[in-house]
């Protein structure tokens, strides 16, 4: 007999048992990434009254990344739990190296708008 209060266990909700909740702490760290990357939109556009619309393409690289991890998401989770479910995790390398690239563009058109462009 249930008692109320009862709860089936969690594992069917989440698609996995992993207690430490590995793939949402995966998911949480993709998403702060999201958030990063636009922070850093928010702050370069605040260099657009001292280097004008040369900024532009450096923000659009960052917004253009951070669309990408944010529509990637959800199947890098579901990527993640199979991994889990079938005891072989791959890392998302791909999506690694593409965050980095974008990162060290994003670095490199910064530092050529402001030797040129200043």
Do not use: C, N
Not at 47 to 61: A, D
């Amino acid at each position: 007999m249930r008692m109320r209060g009862d709860r089936k266990p969690q594992v069917a909700l989440r698609g996995h048992s992993d207690a430490g909740l590995q793939p949402e702490r995966t998911s949480l760290a993709w998403g702060r990434t999201i958030v990063s990357l636009f922070v850093a939109s928010a702050i370069l556009l605040r260099w657009t009254p001292h280097f004008g619309l040369w900024i532009v393409p450096t923000v659009s690289v960052l917004w253009i990344g951070a669309i990408a991890v944010l529509l990637t998401q959800k199947r890098r989770y579901r990527r993640s739990v199979a991994g889990l479910a079938s005891e072989a995790m791959t890392a998302s390398t791909g999506a690694i190296f593409a965050l980095t690239a974008v990162v060290l563009g994003v670095g490199v058109m910064s530092i050529l708008v402001v030797a040129f462009a200043g």
